[in-house]
């Protein structure tokens, strides 16, 4: 282990010293500092927590950074296809939408199309397989459209919905009769509203069905949507029927990079004439020159602040060295280099910027955790947030580089002081 240099050692031992002798100065010069530093540690921390929280929502509708998503258009063929292929695999989630109308039946749903509640689509048509669409003759009762999907498998490995309530889908019980689902917000929100009857219909189905609610999650997206296990819901819908171009079907597979499913489903649908498009999710990539344009707005305020900071700390190095003229001509004369001088005073200022990062990280995390008590039970984000390890970081940086800015132009005053000055004492 190396040990400190003698003129290091000598220089931080004095302005150690230094600091101790001149506490009200050492207290002034980390007020005008301390905003400064603040400001960039809230600066960096918000930075940090705003890119979290863009980087999450998109992480909700398109899934994890490296994850593999394969669309393509609604086909009965391809449904069967891919859920065939997927089932029972860990790597690979077949998602499967389709239409279906909970509560009384032969009404027409209080949102046609499975349009947001406070949304109006226009009323509900219906596409035969020539693309011809008619309106649906009936009236509004107590019902809601939700887009139902069918999943193969846990599809949080790909997206991390956020569970508000009850529990997820458990793909490793015995399939029910009665198919149970994991509702989003706004579908939460719907049934919340209308009290409907827990009956559920969908095109295609042998039967009408009873569901049961089991959990509510944040998927982010704006439809009111629902969740099912696949071998749930083929029980009362033919596998043929799962993906209906009339009825506006979704069809997509989220895969793991490297998965043997891929290129197994691509060269299958291919062979039908289906050509499907994949893509792999890059979210941080899409957003970087947006959030690296954002960093650089706030810093450049931040860096404003810290100058200013940076101004008062040079007004009390100088007035500081002034007044020790005397002592540093004194020092010269008994042999001390003019280095070591120049060295005691970024001492001081260096071990002032540190203190004042110190405090500026300090209240950073205090507020942090304040606002985190306050607003974390309407923000999920902010629920239990952890102060960004980035942000003390940028204090500790911005309170070094303070204090060599301030102390620069002290230090070259009192290496230049003359041996002579020493004569006035």
């Known amino acids: 282990m190396r040990r400190l ?3 290091f050692r000598s220089s931080l031992i004095i302005g150690i010293q230094g600091i101790r002798a001149r506490k009200l100065r050492t207290l002034l010069s980390m007020i005008s500092l301390f905003l400064g530093v603040l400001a960039v540690v809230v600066v960096q921390a918000g930075a940090s927590i705003a890119e979290r929280a863009l980087l999450a929502d998109l992480e909700l509708t398109q899934g994890y950074d490296g994850t593999r998503v394969m669309e393509m258009p609604a086909d009965q063929n391809a449904s069967e296809i891919i859920t065939s292929t997927v089932r029972g695999r860990a790597d690979a989630v077949a998602m499967v939408g389709v239409s279906g109308i909970i509560g009384e039946p032969g009404v027409l749903p209080v ?80 049934f919340d509203r209308y009290h409907v009857p827990a009956e559920m219909r969908i095109g295609g189905a042998s039967a009408n069905v009873t569901p049961s609610f089991v959990g509510v ?21 033919p596998p043929a029927r799962l993906a209906d171009p009339a009825a506006g079907g979704e069809l997509r597979l989220m ?122 039970s309407s923000e999920p984000l902010l629920r239990d947030v952890q102060f960004p390890w980035e942000a003390g970081v940028a204090g500790i940086v ?25 004569m006035r004492a």
């Open 255 to 376: 895969m793991t990079q490297g998965s043997p499913v891929e290129p197994v489903v691509a060269s299958k649908l291919k062979a039908l004439g289906n050509e499907p498009y994949t893509y792999t999710v890059e979210s941080r990539k899409e957003q970087e020159k947006q959030l690296t344009l954002m960093r650089l707005v706030f810093f450049a305020m931040a860096g404003l602040v810290l100058l200013i900071g940076v101004a008062g700390i040079l007004n009390v190095g100088l007035a500081t060295v002034g007044e020790r003229v005397e002592e540093f001509a004194l020092r010269r004369a008994v042999g001390t280099p003019r280095s070591l001088l120049a060295g005691i005073v970024l001492a001081e200022t260096l071990l002032t910027g540190l203190l004042t990062a110190t405090a500026a990280i300090g209240a950073g995390v205090a507020g942090l955790k304040v606002v985190s008590m306050l607003v974390g």
């Open 111 to 190: 949102n046609p199309g499975g349009s947001p509640l406070d949304e109006d689509w226009g009323p509900p048509v219906n596409c035969n397989a020539q693309g011809v669409c008619e309106p649906v003759a009936g009236t509004k009762g107590q019902a809601v459209e939700v887009r139902l999907t069918a999943l193969t498998g846990d599809v949080r490995r790909f997206r991390p919905y956020r569970q508000e309530a009850g529990q997820w889908l458990d793909f490793t019980r015995v399939p029910s009769m009665a198919p149970r689902l994991v509702l989003n917000r706004e579908a939460a929100e719907a």
């Open 5 to 7: 240099s003698g003129r």
């Open 398 to 422: 911005a309170g070094l580089v303070a204090g060599v800015l301030g102390g620069f132009v002290p230090a070259l005053r009192a290496a230049g002081i003359p041996i002579a000055t020493v």
């Open 217 to 237: 999650v944040d998927d982010g997206d704006s439809q009111p949507r629902a969740y099912v296990r696949m071998d749930e819901l083929t029980t009362w819908l």
